[in-house]
């Protein structure tokens, strides 16, 4: 992977680029956080949109409490 100036944009920044980044989706991209995956782009493209980062840790927390209650439902002796 070459290294890309970082640059930091708006979300309407993004959205109104005319080409969309190249980013390699790999295994490791799948089941992770939605922070990690904006760090991943990140690394990838060189982008970061700090508007989504708090959108991106509310997401992460409600996931980490909906797991806890799914495991807790599921399998109330273990939790």
Known sequence: MAAREPRRLTLQEFVAEDKPPAVKV?????????????????????IWIEELVPVFQKLDAHL???????????SPKLA
């Open 26 to 46: 790999g295994r490791h991209f799948n089941g992770g956080a939605f922070m990690d995956c904006h760090c991943r782009i990140f690394a990838e493209t060189g």
């Open 64 to 74: 980490a409490a909906a797991n806890a209650k799914t495991v807790r439902e599921l």
